[in-house]
């Protein structure tokens, strides 16, 4: 009896060693990367597009949700992995991209970055595989969580020319290519590696054109993975938020004393006092004299024109001089 089970266990644990053996052997990612682009394209269903019946965005979750959980939406994820120069906004832990370069693997052109309103768009995340076709090349079948993955997967998504996304919009490879030639290669083997992750199938014309691509470069492979940069943010809870808005506005009133105390204690020049008012000649009394002896008894005499208590009567010869 124990010959037996011993003979089962080690059967048993023969085929578990192959078991384990056979799985290491697959690509982690499922992509199967490495592989001939040629051959992984075979291996793929062809099927008929279904129809797009039910398609929402929504049904691929919340756009650029943080999946991965490191504090950074996956559009900024996939700026930071394929920009350089990258510069980030102040207080985001170097995770929301303000401006950088990008050499668009869609044209072979370099495009400035710069966030904003009007200028943000020259830079787009395209799906290398849209979501639109995958919904209708098998998607629908997935679940809201595979969809939302397949979504946020960095192995299926690229920083591109806007103009580029746009025109491509939800087009496979048998309606758009990649206008810079020697990126088509590249481009289908990872529309291959994407559909071969997700179960996802392919039209007959869209078999041809890939294939028609892949003839021009035999040895293509399906690409590696590629993830995003290695990320140490943390999520930033609601109460980091309130303390570092409390401490900017620290930061703000600690600047403004300063800005203040150095206005105080600037020397205040003293105001230039005012000249003095020049003196207002005393105001003119009337002065009477009856005749040239009262003139001279006050001393007044001679009165000449002009002056207190001259009269043309005092004047007798009208010289210009009274009580002569």
């Given at each position: 009896?124990?010959?037996?089970?011993?003979?089962?266990?080690?059967?048993?644990?023969?085929?578990?060693?192959?078991?384990?053996?056979?799985?290491?052997?697959?690509?982690?990612?499922?992509?199967?990367?490495?592989?001939?682009?040629?051959?992984?394209?075979?291996?793929?269903?062809?099927?008929?597009?279904?129809?797009?019946?039910?398609?929402?965005?929504?049904?691929f979750g919340k756009a650029w949700a943080d999946v991965d959980r490191n504090g950074c939406d996956t559009r900024n994820d996939i700026l930071n992995r394929d920009l350089t120069d990258v510069k980030h906004k102040v207080r985001t832990h170097d995770c929301v991209v303000e401006s950088g370069q990008l050499h668009d693997p869609y044209t072979g052109k370099d495009i400035a970055?710069?966030?904003?309103?009007?200028?943000?768009?020259?830079?787009?995340?395209?799906?290398?595989v849209a979501l639109s076709d995958a919904w209708?090349?098998?998607?629908?079948?997935?679940?809201?969580?595979?969809?939302?993955?397949?979504?946020?997967?960095?192995?299926?998504?690229?920083?591109?020319?806007?103009?580029?996304?746009?025109?491509?919009?939800?087009?496979?490879?048998?309606?758009?290519?990649?206008?810079?030639?020697?990126?088509?290669c590249e481009y289908v083997a990872r529309q291959i590696g994407v559909k071969h992750k997700y179960s996802l199938w392919i039209t007959q014309a869209e078999k041809e054109a890939i294939s028609k691509v892949l003839s021009s470069c035999p040895t293509q492979t399906v690409p590696d993975y590629t993830g995003v940069k290695d990320s140490t943010v943390e999520k930033t809870t609601e109460s980091e938020q309130t303390e570092q808005q409390t401490e900017q506005q620290t930061e703000q009133s600690a600047e403004q004393a300063q800005q203040n105390q150095q206005t105080t204690q600037a020397p205040v020049p003293e105001p230039t006092p005012a000249p003095a008012p020049a003196p207002q000649p005393a105001p003119q009394q009337d002065v009477y004299y009856q005749n040239c002896t009262a003139a001279r008894a006050a001393g007044a005499a001679p009165i000449y024109q002009g002056q207190p208590g001259y009269r043309s009567q005092l004047d007798r010869d009208h010289d210009g001089v009274a009580c002569e």
């Open positions: 009896m124990m010959s037996v089970l011993s003979g089962l266990l080690a059967v048993g644990l023969v085929v578990g060693l192959s078991a384990g053996s056979a799985l290491a052997g697959e690509p982690t990612d499922n992509t199967g990367a490495g592989q001939s682009a040629t051959q992984a394209l075979d291996s793929l269903e062809v099927k008929g597009r279904a129809p797009k019946t039910g398609y929402k965005r929504t049904q970055f710069k966030k904003g309103w009007k200028t943000s768009t020259a830079v787009q995340i395209d799906h290398v209708q090349k098998g998607a629908q079948k997935l679940s809201q969580t595979k969809r939302t993955e397949l979504a946020n997967d960095p192995y299926n998504l690229l920083a591109v020319q806007g103009k580029a996304n746009q025109k491509k919009s939800d087009g496979d490879a048998a309606t758009w290519l990649p206008s810079n030639k020697s990126f088509r």
